[in-house]
């Protein structure tokens, strides 16, 4: 198998800080620079699994860019640079401690709820008598609390948001904003490469200056769930699974070993060959989403490639 990015400890001239998360992991620099490093670590049910799985991080940080710069004309984002196939160099933000999630359809964590009786989501209504994968009347945005280490997301309303302080409210009506402008130019982008952008999520935060800015990832697998386009209609009649390109393949692969990220749940054994099909799932999902063919990175040195490439970029600036 390929080589893997699980870890990074890179020393930058000018680091003061390292943050590491489920996937990235981002240095802060002097100057208000941050560099976030797109690992191949794999996240589910906010678990980080033992492996990684190879050209993930880069698929993940190419299609982030790619999408960063087909609506940097709605949104304003972060990015300054990419020097790396795994690597975004952008400007430091105070990320708002919220995840906006906003849902075209009734999938994933919506679809449990929903089966699960409740037809309110984070203050939200969801009408009745819905199927799961039916298409909400309207996207509805559920945002998630931004979780410690370790810890899961939160559901949470925007009424209890505004209440705990979590963002103000000028702010926070901004996101929803944004959120929507973003999740509707998705949608358009997703519908040329006849693909359903069905639910995804965003993150924010503010520049030294004030200005609120669109960080991280945006429309990834990793982040996003699509369905094909094609078949979608005649799968929602006959009640079939719809055909997806996301991450979920992985999660419905958990819950049949028996793990969904509780107590006392151990995370399965993944084999060699079950990790090559899920890095062919991937690139399978860039090319999809792009519309572009995926060329490899060179992996015979990986941390060499990422430490010269971040460090030739810091000299030239």
Known sequence: MAQTLTATNFQFPGQKAVYRGKVREVYTLENDLLVMVATDR????DVVMPKGIPFKG????????????????????????????????????????VEMVIRGYLSGHAAREYKAGKRMLCGVAMPDGMQEHDKFPEPIITPATKAEAGDHDEDISREALLERGIVPEAEYLQLEDYTRKLFQRGSEIAAKRGLILVDTKYEFGKTKEGKIVLIDEIHTPDSSRYF???????????????????????????IQHGFQGLEGQQVPEMSDAYISSVSERYIELYENITGEAFIKGDVSDLHGRIE??????LKQR
Request: with cysteine.
């Open 42 to 45: 794999l996240s589910a049910f």
């Open 58 to 97: 880069q698929i993940l940080n190419q299609i982030a860019t790619k999408m960063m710069r087909d609506t940097e004309d709605l949104v304003p984002n972060w990015l300054l640079a990419t020097p790396d196939p795994n690597v975004a160099i952008g400007e430091a933000c105070e990320p708002y401690k």
């Open 228 to 254: 094909y386009a094609e078949g979608y209609s005649e799968r929602q009649q006959k009640g079939e699974e719809q055909k997806q390109l996301s991450k979920e393949f992985v999660r419905q692969w958990l």
């Open 308 to 313: 010269s490439n971040i460090l030739n970029y």
